[in-house]
């Protein structure tokens, strides 16, 4: 192939194949707050873990609705779950919730237990 | 032994049987699978004297149930009768039996004795009538309790308890024949002495009254003893499999814990005695928070425990577990004293499990050391960066000491730990913690002080350091106690939230109530201390959405608001920061009105 000076990086590509619709809907039945999500970023602005690396939720929330699978889950265990994002989002989305289940989504755990607040009762 | 024989005690002998090589096979089973350390610590202090206030706690909460009874009268005497009555009936019933047949006897005559007694022994042990009136009162006792028992059902709330536990099939049945013991007791001893003019004053005047209606009769007497002893056999057999086994485990619980054991993060053995200690007395519901202001019933520590126990609702155990504040209300409400939050640890544990991770937070190696020799370390936790006051305030504060002082997480903030600890991902935890160890050890502080409860009860708990840890509302005590800090007092007049991780998860109750006394009013609350309300923005629970948190947090504002305050005091930023939004009155950590308060030139 002819070299035109510039690559297209297989981590940084999206391919609309593979976007798993059961994936989002799943997140969506056990996070219902994630779709009040408006993408402001709050969250990642004041992150314990973003103070050390460049982890970066809202990024992983883009990578994981468009497919991105690659190395997500490993991104993922960055987090320490302490919580402050919670208390910043402006729309009361529940991250940490999100982190969680987007790994168990990752993971291929059958969770089906975990609906929100239908969970039990 | 012929006279002292006869067909009905077959059932209730067969029930004892079934009880006892049921229970000594399970505890035999669950002993052994203690983990090492509790096996050492069982090891270590199994000579000592702590037996004797093991058998004191075993007396007073397993028979006389004393914690029930501060909670409320009538719900202390109504397990007291039931528990006690029956044990009292049986030991005196063995001592009368004793005394008629000097020569010894079976052991069935304890319970049975009414019905041997008039054909092949005469009374006439000295004060036989004594001990037939002493156990008809017995009788009575239990039956009054029997009764309370059967109006609780049909209305709780006199008993002081709003909702009652739903129990299984199983714990149904056995009520049943519990239940059915002490009437039929009656009914026997009644027809015996209607026919033999035998018993004590209750029993001889009902033999009476069924002597004059003309149902005392060998044939329906002996159908009443063969009743009640299918009924005590049915009892027992069902017992290890009911609820009721809480009445012999509780002991062995109480002995294990006063030597010194507790649970771990993983099910042992020490957790099948806890979950077979809980009496499913459904005393945790009314308390919690999901149940106040949610109106959800079924997630309660009762429900975790029996669906972690009975094999059918295993299933449950993970939805249920997950679904929890952790705010330790239902621990501190426990007549039992089961560490329900660490069992339900042990569950979330479990679960994830699953998504375990094996790098973590490998990025955490870059962070450099700190020399602070002579310094003590602040760590304001993660939380503390969203409410900068505090921090702020607490810098006051050391400066206004002359205290050298490490803000540790200034700039970057290492977790301690718990919250990822409380939703179940262990060996993360253990990461963090060991990460957060290494940083505080290397730097040689002297002290730690925290300003996020949940910090604090991490450093305290879970990290084992050598150095004092201090949550800064004990710190600022320290200092006016001890006359290093001069705090004036202002107009305000405040009403304080405890936090839960700081009081029922520290017992820190009294040193933040020190501080503000020496600076403001405070005021008291209807829900406070042990009692107090959870702000709903605990980490602990995954499920919640914010609307009701919100729910959760407006119940305790209200509690707060009560005794008309014009500030709300708290020591923790995750409460501060729920109660900001709640309403129009200003919400400070303690940090912040002393550090408002603090006497100019006070430092020495």
């Known amino acids: ?121 | 032994m012929k006279d002292s024989f006869s067909i009905f005690v077959i059932p209730f002998c067969a029930g004892v049987l079934v009880l006892l090589g049921i229970s000594v096979w399970k505890y035999w089973r669950w002993i052994r699978s203690f983990d090492k350390l509790q096996r050492a610590i069982i090891r270590k202090n199994i000579w000592s004297w702590r037996f004797l206030p093991a058998i004191w706690e075993a007396f007073r909460e397993g028979l006389l149930h004393w914690r029930i009874t501060k909670k409320n009268l009538l719900l202390g005497y109504m397990h007291r009768s039931l528990a006690f009555g029956w044990f009292l009936l049986i030991v005196v019933g063995a001592v009368q039996a004793r005394l008629a047949y000097p020569d010894g006897h079976p052991f069935w005559m304890a319970i049975f004795y009414n019905y041997f007694e008039p054909e092949c022994h005469p009374v006439d042990f000295p004060r036989a009538a004594f001990f037939a009136n002493l156990m008809d009162g017995l009788l009575l006792y239990v039956l009054s309790g029997l009764m309370l028992a059967m109006f609780k059902k049909v209305w709780s709330r006199p008993l002081g308890m709003k909702r009652t536990t739903r129990h299984t099939l199983m714990d149904r049945v056995t009520k049943l024949a519990l239940w059915s013991i002490f009437p039929l007791r009656l009914l026997s001893e009644a027809v015996t002495a209607g026919i033999n003019g035998n018993g004590g004053f209750l029993v001889t005047w009902l033999g009476g009254v069924f002597d004059s209606i003309g149902i005392s009769n060998p044939a329906f007497e002996y159908t009443c003893w063969m009743l009640y002893s299918v009924a005590l056999g049915t009892f027992f057999s069902l017992m290890p499999f009911s609820r009721y086994m809480h009445i012999f485990t509780e002991v062995f619980l109480i002995y294990f814990r006063q030597l010194g054991v507790h649970d771990s993060n993983k099910k042992t053995g020490y957790t099948m005695f806890e979950l077979s200690a809980c009496s499913r007395c459904g005393i945790c519901i009314d308390g919690c928070p999901l149940n106040r202001e949610l109106g959800i019933t079924n997630v309660q520590g009762v429900y975790m425990l029996q669906s972690i126990r009975n094999l059918e609702l295993q299933r449950n155990a993970e939805p249920i577990a997950e679904n929890c504040l952790m705010c330790d209300r239902c621990v501190a409400d426990c007549p039992v004293n089961l560490d329900l939050s660490v069992i339900r640890r042990q569950v979330r544990i479990k679960n994830k499990a699953a998504i375990d991770t094996k790098q973590g937070y490998s990025y955490l190696n870059d962070v450099q050391p700190f020399n602070a020799i002579g310094r003590i370390a602040y760590f304001g936790g993660c939380m503390s960066h969203l409410t900068p006051d505090i921090t702020r305030s607490m810098e006051i504060i050391f400066e206004a000491v002359g205290q050298k002082y490490w803000y540790m997480d200034k700039d970057q903030t290492i977790c301690c730990g718990r919250p990822l600890l409380q939703q179940g991902f262990e060996r993360q935890a253990f990461e963090l913690r060991r990460k957060n160890t290494e940083m505080i050890v290397n730097s040689k502080a002297t002290m730690l002080i925290t300003s996020c409860p949940i910090c604090y009860q991490s450093f305290k708990k879970e990290y084992h350091l050598s150095i004092p840890v201090m949550h800064h509302t004990e710190y600022i005590d320290m200092l006016v106690k001890s006359g290093r800090l001069k705090l004036r007092k202002d107009d305000r007049r405040v009403s304080y939230h405890d936090p839960c991780e700081l009081g029922r998860g520290c017992g820190i109750y009294d040193e933040p109530r020190n501080v503000l006394r020496a600076t403001t009013t405070l005021l008291k609350t209807d829900q406070e201390r042990e009692k107090s309300l959870c702000c709903g923005f605990n980490l602990g629970n995954p499920l919640l959405d914010l609307e009701q948190q919100t729910r959760i947090r407006d119940a305790a504002r209200d509690n707060l608001l009560a005794p008309h305050p014009d500030t709300i005091a708290t020591a923790c930023p995750m409460c501060k920061k729920a109660f900001t939004h709640a309403d129009n009155i200003p919400v400070k950590d303690i940090a912040e009105i002393v550090a408002a308060n603090i006497i100019e030139g006070s430092a020495q």
């Open chain 1, 1 to 121: 192939m002819k070299n035109f000076g510039f690559t297209i990086s297989t981590g940084r590509s999206i391919n609309l194949d593979e976007i798993r619709e059961e994936n989002i809907s799943k997140l969506l039945e056990m996070v219902p707050s994630y779709k009040w999500c408006i993408g402001c970023g709050g969250c990642t602005a004041t992150c314990s873990a973003g103070a050390f690396t460049n982890f970066n939720i809202r990024k992983i929330h883009n990578s994981f609705v468009r497919g991105q699978y690659q190395g997500l889950d490993k991104e993922l265990q960055q987090c320490m779950l302490c919580g402050k994002c919670l208390l910043v989002c402006p729309r009361g989305v529940n991250t940490r919730s999100l982190i969680v289940n987007m790994r168990r989504i990752l993971a291929g755990v059958e969770a089906n237990t975990f609906k929100g607040k239908e969970v039990i009762q």
